[in-house]
C-alpha cells in the first residue's frame, strides 16, 4: 500500500508562512491561556519557517499536526484579538492615534481624511478603526470577519492611481511572521509603491508625519537578535526613502513612525545576513534584502 505523504508547498507568496487554520478555534481564553497559546504559536511558526527552508516535508506535517491540535490559526486569530481588546490594553494602534492627534485634528478642520492601508488586519473595532480622521483599508491573509479584505499584501494590485494609494500604511506585527528575511526585505520596499502624500496644507505637523509607515515588532527582534539591530533597521528604511520621527520602546514591543520621501529614488544597495550581536542567548530574526529587489 502506497503511503500518501505530507509534501510542503513551493514558498510563492507570504501565505505559506502560516499554518493551516483549524476548523473549531478556541471560543474563550483567559490571559494565562491567551498568553501560553500565542508563545506556542510562535514557537510552532519558527519551527516550521525553518522546516520550510529545509524543505523537510515530515517535520512540516508533525508541526501542522501540532499546530491544528493546539486550534490552528482561528484560535491564534482569536488569541491576539483578545491580547489586543481594550479591556487588556493591547491595540497597537492606539500609539498610532496618539502620535497622529495633533495632525488628525488639522485634518478634520480641513475636511480631510488619511487613507491607512492596515496589513494583518484582526479587527475593525481598534484605534484606528474607530477614528473619524482615519479611513481604513483593511486586509488580512485569513479574514476573521466582515471589513477585513482577505488579501496577501504581497499580491495586492500596485496602484494604477492616487485614488488606489495610501497616506499611511500600518505593518503591526507582521513582518515577524513573513517567511525568509528576504521576503520582509521585499515587503519593506514594497510598501513605498503605495504611498502618496496628502493635499498639501499649510500646517507643518502634517507635512512632518506624511506619507509614513507604522511598524511594528517584537522588541527581541531588533533588541535581541545575532543579525538585527535598530541602526540596521535604521540603514535599511533609510534605502528606501524612510525616515525615522516616533519611538516607543515597551516591554516586549518596539513602535516606529517612519515619514516617506515622495521624490525618494531607491537606493541600489544590498543587505546580507551578518553576525552583528553574538550571543547563545540571542535569536535569529534579521530582514535581507538583495539588489534585484529595489527596481521600481
Avoid at 550571543?279 to 534579521?286: C, E, P, Q, V, W
Amino acid at each position: 500500500m502506497t503511503v500518501k505523504r505530507c509534501r510542503p508547498k513551493k514558498l510563492n507568496s507570504i501565505s505559506f508562512g502560516r499554518p493551516p487554520t483549524a476548523k473549531n478555534p478556541t471560543v474563550s481564553l483567559s490571559s494565562k491561556a491567551t498568553r501560553t497559546l500565542i508563545r506556542s504559536y510562535h514557537q510552532y511558526h519558527k519551527e516550521r519557517t525553518r522546516a520550510l527552508a529545509d524543505g523537510d516535508g515530515d517535520l512540516i506535517c508533525e508541526l501542522d499536526r501540532r499546530i491544528e491540535a493546539n486550534g490552528g490559526l482561528q484560535s491564534y486569530q482569536l488569541a491576539s484579538k483578545k491580547g489586543q481588546s481594550k479591556e487588556r490594553g493591547g491595540d497597537s494602534s492606539k500609539v498610532l492615534v496618539d502620535w497622529l492627534n495633533v495632525a488628525l485634528r488639522q485634518l478634520k478642520s480641513a475636511g480631510l481624511k488619511l487613507r491607512v492601508l492596515e496589513v494583518g488586519a484582526l479587527s475593525t473595532e481598534n484605534a484606528c478603526s474607530m477614528t473619524d480622521g482615519m479611513n481604513v483599508t483593511r486586509i488580512d491573509l485569513h479574514s476573521q470577519e466582515r471589513g477585513i479584505l482577505q488579501q496577501d499584501f504581497m499580491e495586492r494590485p500596485l496602484p494604477s492611481g492616487d485614488a488606489d494609494m495610501f497616506h499611511l500604511i500600518s505593518l503591526s506585527l507582521v513582518l515577524n511572521y513573513v517567511p525568509g528575511s528576504a521576503a520582509r526585505g521585499e515587503m519593506l520596499r514594497r510598501t513605498t509603491k503605495f504611498l502618496t502624500p496628502i493635499a498639501p496644507l499649510t500646517e507643518p505637523q502634517i507635512k512632518e508625519f506624511l506619507p509614513c509607515l507604522f511598524l511594528v515588532l517584537p522588541a527581541a527582534c531588533v533588541l535581541n537578535s545575532r543579525y538585527f539591530t535598530e541602526d540596521r533597521l535604521s540603514e535599511m528604511m533609510s534605502s528606501f526613502g524612510y525616515r525615522m520621527i516616533k519611538r516607543k520602546l515597551t516591554k516586549k514591543l518596539v513602535f516606529y513612525l517612519c515619514e516617506h520621501s515622495a521624490n525618494f529614488e531607491l537606493k541600489g544597495c544590498a543587505f546580507g545576513k551578518i553576525n552583528l550581536n553574538p550571543g547563545r542567548r540571542r535569536n535569529n530574526f534579521t530582514i535581507t534584502l538583495k539588489p534585484s529587489q529595489l527596481g521600481r
